[in-house]
């Protein structure tokens, strides 16, 4: 038997209920549309363009907040245009950095043409050959489930989990475009004045 | 600006202003005319330092030190100017602040062809994505670049490369 695909929309909102402190960075596309519908605050990050950029936003936020947790909600297009993050992030090992790829082995917002997911590329793979403390390819709820909760605490090093989900488009949920806006809403939330 | 035994003290300088202007992370992809200012850093227990695979990397991880409320500086060549352009539209219109001290190839007694195009793409390619391009030509000129330019980038939230021109990081020797 067949286990049906994860909804994206369920997935991220699992990983997402009583995320507590968790900081939150998105990269552009629909993990940034799943985040805002999860729930739009102060603490998230969405990017809307700078693709390959998510995992290192959040690289370069999990140094300079080593005190709080920090999850990078991307997709699968996204990461594989940064796959040198992984060796880089892998390097610093910080412990408070979570990559979640939301995986639809498509690239959505341009027509749903097949990623290199699809064939047989396994990103949890890679993250595990670079050296991070944690990494595996989920599929069902409660999984997501018990990752959210692991997500809570620090971890011997970086973690990336492939979250699979069905190839569909569930309506745009947009957060504002304003990157000046988010970024000031974000470091007001962490205690930073504007500029 | 050389030291008595002839070895270059700007490094020293530059890593002073950069401390000044209470930097606390810097993101590097390996580079000759860096290597003792990195070093520098590299001995910093006070900055985090982070080599990268490809230089845009760094511009993302600049944005994300900021919003972590850290100031940071990224070390690069004239060639991995042209790695970073889309990656600067994340701090361009983000206003998010954004140092680069870039070394140049391609440009004074260069001996590698492949080194040009790229070089004379350099400003340009900045220019036209909106960051704002310095350059210095002397090591006293460049120490007050960079501080001038650390002040652009922190101050007034602006994205800022420092050009250091070939002829003051000297005659490359095989």
């Given at each position: 038997?067949?286990?049906?695909?994860?909804?994206?929309?369920?997935a991220?909102?699992a990983?997402?209920?009583?995320?507590?402190?968790?900081?939150?960075?998105?990269?552009?596309?629909?993990p940034?549309?799943?985040?805002?519908?999860?729930?739009?605050?102060?603490?998230?990050?969405?990017?809307?363009?700078?693709?390959?950029?998510?995992?290192?936003?959040?690289?370069?936020?999990?140094?300079?907040?080593?005190?709080?947790?920090?999850?990078?909600?991307?997709?699968?297009?996204?990461?594989?245009?940064?796959?040198?993050?992984?060796?880089?992030?892998?390097?610093?090992?910080?412990?408070?950095?979570?990559?979640?790829?939301?995986?639809n082995?498509?690239?959505?917002?341009?027509?749903?043409?097949?990623?290199?997911?699809?064939s047989?590329?396994?990103l949890?793979?890679?993250?595990?050959?670079?050296?991070?403390?944690?990494?595996?390819?989920?599929?069902?709820?409660?999984?997501?489930?018990?990752?959210?909760?692991?997500?809570?605490?620090?971890?011997?090093?970086?973690?990336?989990?492939?979250?699979?989900?069905?190839?569909?488009?569930?309506?745009?949920?947009?957060?504002?475009?304003?990157?000046?806006?988010?970024?000031?809403?974000?470091r007001?939330?962490l205690?930073?004045a504007?500029? | 600006?050389?030291?008595?035994?002839?070895?270059?003290?700007?490094?020293?300088?530059?890593?002073?202003?950069?401390?000044?202007?209470?930097?606390?992370q810097?993101?590097?992809?390996p580079?000759?005319?860096?290597?003792?200012?990195?070093?520098?850093?590299?001995?910093?227990?006070?900055?985090?330092?982070?080599?990268?695979?490809?230089?845009?990397?760094?511009?993302?991880?600049a944005?994300?030190?900021?919003?972590?409320?850290?100031r940071?500086?990224?070390?690069?060549?004239?060639?991995?100017?042209?790695?970073?352009?889309?990656?600067?539209?994340?701090?361009?219109?983000?206003?998010?602040?954004?140092?680069m001290l870039?070394?140049?190839?391609?440009?004074?007694?260069?001996?590698?062809?492949?080194?040009?195009?790229?070089?004379?793409?350099?400003?340009?390619?900045l220019?036209?994505?909106?960051?704002?391009?310095?350059?210095?030509?002397?090591?006293?000129?460049?120490v007050?670049?960079?501080?001038?330019?650390?002040?652009?980038?922190?101050?007034?939230?602006?994205?800022?490369?420092?050009?250091?021109?070939?002829?003051?990081?000297?005659?490359?020797?095989?």
């Amino acid at each position: 038997m067949v286990t049906p695909l994860l909804e994206r929309r369920a997935a991220v909102a699992a990983l997402l209920k009583d995320r507590g402190d968790l900081l939150v960075v998105t990269g552009l596309g629909s993990p940034t549309y799943d985040v805002h519908a999860a729930g739009d605050r102060d603490d998230n990050y969405y990017l809307w363009g700078a693709m390959g950029g998510a995992a290192l936003v959040g690289l370069g936020l999990a140094l300079a907040q080593p005190q709080r947790q920090v999850l990078v909600i991307t997709g699968d297009g996204e990461q594989l245009m940064a796959l040198g993050a992984l060796a880089t992030i892998a390097v610093k090992r910080p412990r408070n950095l979570a990559l979640a790829v939301i995986d639809n082995q498509h690239y959505g917002e341009t027509g749903m043409q097949a990623s290199h997911t699809g064939s047989g590329i396994d990103l949890a793979a890679i993250a595990s050959a670079c050296g991070f403390a944690a990494s595996g390819v989920l599929r069902t709820l409660p999984e997501v489930e018990a990752l959210a909760q692991a997500l809570r605490s620090t971890a011997e090093g970086p973690r990336l989990h492939v979250i699979k989900v069905a190839a569909d488009s569930p309506p745009r949920s947009m957060p504002a475009r304003d990157a000046v806006f988010i970024k000031n809403r974000f470091r007001a939330h962490l205690g930073f004045a504007a500029g | 600006m050389d030291g008595a035994d002839g070895a270059q003290t700007w490094p020293t300088a530059l890593y002073r202003v950069l401390k000044a202007a209470e930097v606390r992370q810097m993101a590097y992809v390996p580079d000759a005319g860096h290597t003792a200012l990195i070093n520098l850093f590299l001995a910093d227990k006070d900055v985090v330092s982070t080599v990268l695979t490809t230089e845009e990397e760094g511009v993302a991880i600049a944005a994300g030190a900021w919003l972590g409320g850290q100031r940071s500086v990224l070390l690069m060549q004239s060639s991995g100017v042209g790695n970073c352009i889309n990656m600067l539209s994340l701090p361009v219109i983000g206003r998010f602040p954004l140092l680069m001290l870039v070394t140049m190839r391609g440009e004074w007694a260069e001996f590698n062809p492949w080194q040009m195009p790229m070089s004379r793409a350099t400003q340009p390619a900045l220019e036209a994505i909106g960051v704002k391009v310095l350059r210095a030509e002397t090591a006293e000129d460049l120490v007050e670049t960079v501080s001038a330019a650390a002040a652009l980038a922190y101050d007034a939230d602006g994205q800022v490369a420092v050009l250091i021109g070939q002829r003051l990081l000297g005659r490359k020797k095989w």
